[in-house]
Nanobody, 115 residues
């Protein structure tokens, strides 16, 4: 059974940084591309960043390019999202999942950017 557990969110001031983590289990993690998604209140879930199975290629939404970095540790079955220069519009619940996503989602982690 697929399990995805996100952590690392919190309240941060504009311009600050956070590092999100996602621990995965229930599937052969190293064989899957992984992504971070986010959903802001009243908006649809959107793809933020993606990393291929062995970490060689990454893609980012234009809104986060140059500020966010996705990485993974296949030995730890964990994917990370380093976020810097955060803006209020980055406020959302952040989720990880495969790319394309499994039907099962984790609980997400709340990121709030506010002064």
């Amino acid at each position: 059974q697929v399990q995805l557990v996100e952590s690392g969110g919190g309240l941060v001031q504009p311009g600050g940084s956070l590092r999100l983590s996602c621990a995965a289990s229930g599937f052969t993690f190293s064989m899957y591309a992984m992504s971070w998604y986010r959903q802001a209140p009243g908006k649809e879930r959107e793809l933020v960043a993606r990393i291929l199975s062995f970490g060689g290629t990454t893609n980012y939404a234009d809104s986060v390019k140059g500020r966010f970095t996705i990485s993974r540790d296949n030995a730890k079955r964990t994917v990370y999202l380093q976020m810097s220069a955060l803006k209020p519009e980055d406020t959302a619940v952040y989720y990880c999942n495969s790319a394309p996503p499994f039907s099962s989602w984790g609980q997400g982690t709340q990121v709030t950017v506010s002064s």
